[in-house]
C-alpha cells in the first residue's frame, strides 16, 4: 500500500501577517490562496484546506 504523502508547510510569515495579508487583499483568487495556507498553518491536511476554500484536492497541491 502506497503511503500518503507528507508536505511540510514552511511558514515564511507570522499568523498575524498572514491575517493581515488576508484582510487587506482585494482580489478574490489571492485571498482563496492566502486562506488556504492559513488553513495549513493550523494544521490541515491538503485535502481538507481544499475542500474548505472550495477546491479539489490536487490544485491544493500547485
Do not use: H, T, W
Amino acid at each position: 500500500m502506497a503511503r500518503p504523502r507528507s508536505i511540510e508547510v514552511k511558514k515564511q510569515l507570522a499568523c498575524e501577517e498572514l491575517e493581515q495579508l488576508i484582510s487587506q487583499e482585494s482580489d478574490s483568487r489571492l485571498k482563496e490562496r492566502l486562506i488556504f495556507i492559513r488553513i495549513l498553518y493550523d494544521g490541515e491536511r491538503i485535502k481538507d484546506a481544499a475542500s474548505k476554500v472550495g477546491r479539489s484536492k490536487p490544485p491544493g497541491y500547485n
